[in-house]
């Protein structure tokens, strides 16, 4: 009886050319090279920078960070709006995107002529109008002009003919007198009117929309 071979081991870069033909073996050698080349495959240094950073384990840190700010900002600081309705053309054009700066009147009082959000209904829905009236004043409409304290008030930002006539009210303390640049409708179809220190809810930040229709016909 011939004696029991041990069973052999194949390693394709130990094997002779006789074991194998050489297209098998440069088949077995590039199989190898491809699983080692998987294996040590690594995103470059730059790229792996500027997705995780140098320092990969702070940096769900500073995206935590992050995104306090934002809700911080936006429930404190700065709310963004968009606006409807012609009431503030053309100062402010239809469908523009603005913000609310909260901290405005934090440490003063609003003033005449700030262009303000007021709460209208929830914490949703504001209008948009401009201060008129302070509190204690008298204030009256003639011809479209206001009057405050019988004197006229100076209106550039005016640029659409106006004809109402309301007359006189003296503002409540702590009250202010808003209405809209855009007064060419008639006057019972404006919303206008007093309105509390408590409901403004800050001043507008920018003087124009942002990503505004161009138009500003007035309606």
């Not at 401009?130 to 930002?157: M, Q």
């Not at 019972?188 to 001043?203: D, Q």
Request: hydrophobic share 40%.
């Amino acid at each position: 009886m011939g004696s029991a071979r041990a069973p052999q081991i194949l390693d394709p870069e130990n094997m002779s050319l006789p074991f194998l033909d050489s297209a098998c073996f440069a088949h077995l050698y590039c199989l190898r090279q491809m699983a080692t080349e998987s294996h040590s495959y690594h995103l470059p240094r730059w790229l792996q920078i500027a997705v995780v950073g140098r320092r990969p384990k702070f940096t769900l840190v500073r995206i935590a960070i992050l995104i306090a700010l934002v809700f911080l900002m936006r429930a404190y600081v700065l709310l963004p709006i968009k606006i409807h309705g012609p009431s503030m053309l053309p100062t402010y054009q239809e469908n523009g995107i603005n913000f609310v700066n909260r901290l405005a009147y934090l440490h003063s009082d609003p003033q005449r002529g700030d262009v303000v959000a007021i709460r209208y209904s929830g914490e949703h829905i504001m209008l948009m109008k401009r201060i008129v009236g302070l509190p204690g004043e008298t204030i009256a409409f003639h011809k479209g002009r206001i009057f405050i304290n019988g004197n006229e008030l100076p209106e550039p930002y005016l640029k659409f003919p106006c004809d109402w006539e309301i007359p006189p009210r003296t503002l409540d303390a702590d009250h202010y007198y808003v209405v809209g640049d855009n007064r060419s409708m008639p006057e019972k179809l404006h919303m206008k009117g007093e309105t509390s220190r408590e409901r403004i809810v800050g001043k507008i930040l920018l003087c124009k929309n942002l990503f505004a229709s161009s138009s500003s016909s007035s309606r």
